[in-house]
């Protein structure tokens, strides 16, 4: 297991297009989150799955996005009618319970969206 | 509502100069305190975690240390790979969120040869 990938790396789009990112985390691992980055600023958290389960969803995030798990496996984040403010760094995080508290999360390298 | 705050916003030094960086917090209970390193165009790498005031870990050059209020990272006559944003983050204790991480915005180090 190489940790979290995260496709594509870059993503430009034109204001209006849908957008989907894809999240593999590392295998062992039953929590999955999401987090938005943009310049200058730390991460913030958008969504977070137990398993299949999505169990907290952001108010940052409007009803443009959405997010699934199937399975417990591997995650996707999607925006519609994507909006200029959109453009971030998107971050994919995974961890279980033990290695929470001891070594946080771990994240992939991130899809740095960039709307047009 | 949890809050972290990174100070100085960007520091630069020479090689060799030590010098702390500062993450002030306010949490209900502090489950753990995360530093991580962040380079251009990547996701943040897990540094330490710390848990309780007096506590301190050291890996190399760098070494965090914790009280009730705020965390310091200490970095002992530095190089210029050292050079990245470093970030700070609170867990905190009980509820419903426990597994969230609250981030502060980092403190972007560059270090000159």
């Known amino acids: 297991d190489t940790g979290v990938s995260q496709d594509p790396r870059h993503k430009i789009t034109k204001r209006g297009q849908n957008v989907t990112f894809r999240c593999d985390p590392i295998s062992e691992h039953n929590r999955l989150y999401w987090y938005r980055q943009t310049l200058g600023q730390g991460p913030e958290f958008l969504t977070y799955f137990q398993n299949e389960a999505q169990l907290e969803k952001s108010r940052l995030l409007s009803d443009r996005f959405s997010a699934e798990r199937p399975k417990g496996s591997f995650s996707t984040l999607e925006i519609q009618r994507t909006e200029q403010g959109d453009s971030a760094m998107y971050l994919c995080?995974?961890?279980?319970?033990?290695?929470?508290?001891?070594?946080?999360?771990?994240f992939g390298s991130g899809t740095r969206l960039t709307v047009v | 509502e949890d809050q972290v705050t990174q100070s100085p916003e960007a520091l630069r030094l020479q090689e060799g100069e030590s010098s702390s960086l500062n993450c002030s917090y306010t949490?209900?209970?502090?489950?753990?305190l995360f530093w991580y390193r962040q380079d251009p165009g990547k996701g943040p790498e897990f540094l330490f975690t710390?848990?309780?005031a007096g506590e301190e870990k050291e890996k190399e050059r760098l070494k965090a240390t914790l009280t009730k209020k705020e965390s310091f990272l200490h970095i002992t006559a530095p190089k210029p790979e050292d050079s990245a944003t470093y970030l700070c983050?609170?867990?905190?204790?009980?509820?419903?969120?426990?597994?969230?991480?609250?981030f502060g915005k980092g403190t972007l180090l560059t270090v000159n040869p």
């Open positions: 983050a609170v867990q905190a204790t009980g509820g419903g969120s426990n597994y969230k991480l609250t």
């Open positions: 710390l848990y309780s």
């Open positions: 995080a995974s961890s279980d319970q033990r290695t929470l508290s001891n070594y946080g999360y771990t």
């Open positions: 949490v209900s209970g502090l489950r753990g």
